[in-house]
């Protein structure tokens, strides 16, 4: 079983950055590929980016390409999503998820999703 834990959302104003963090547990770590998802209030959980599992690859849509860098620290065991120019509908609950498929897919992001995290808060003002 592999546990995910995301931090450092909050409160920021429009144009500003912000970095979640998603610490996942398992000496595994280093074989799945990871991607974080969001959900708005009142609208579907969608895809946002993704990693493969050796880093090499990554995967954004399109609404955050050129704003938003996803990485990760394998020696860390975390993965970590950068978050710049940030916009009022950016706003929403953000989920890390990891998957036992190495690679990334276009469309989804990741082949599929076997552990979620529990999401953390990003607000952004106007």
């Known amino acids: 079983q592999v546990q995910v834990v995301e931090s450092g959302g909050g409160l920021v104003q429009a144009g500003g950055s912000l970095r979640l963090s998603c610490a996942a547990s398992?000496?595994?770590?280093?074989?799945?590929?990871m991607g974080w998802f969001r959900q708005a209030p009142g609208k579907e959980r969608e895809f946002v980016a993704a990693?493969?599992?050796?880093?090499?690859?990554?995967y954004y849509a399109d609404s955050v390409k050129g704003r938003i860098t996803i990485s990760r620290d394998k020696g860390k065991n975390t993965v970590y999503l950068q978050m710049n120019s940030l916009k009022p509908e950016d706003t929403a609950v953000y989920y890390c998820?990891?998957?036992?498929?190495?690679?990334?897919?276009?469309?989804?992001?990741?082949?599929?999703?076997?552990?979620w995290g529990k999401g953390t808060l990003v607000t952004v003002s106007s």
């Open positions: 998820a990891c998957s036992r498929a190495p690679t990334v897919v276009a469309g989804t992001g990741l082949n599929r999703v076997d552990y």
């Open positions: 398992g000496r595994t770590f280093s074989s799945y590929a």
């Open positions: 990693i493969s599992s050796s880093g090499g690859s990554t």
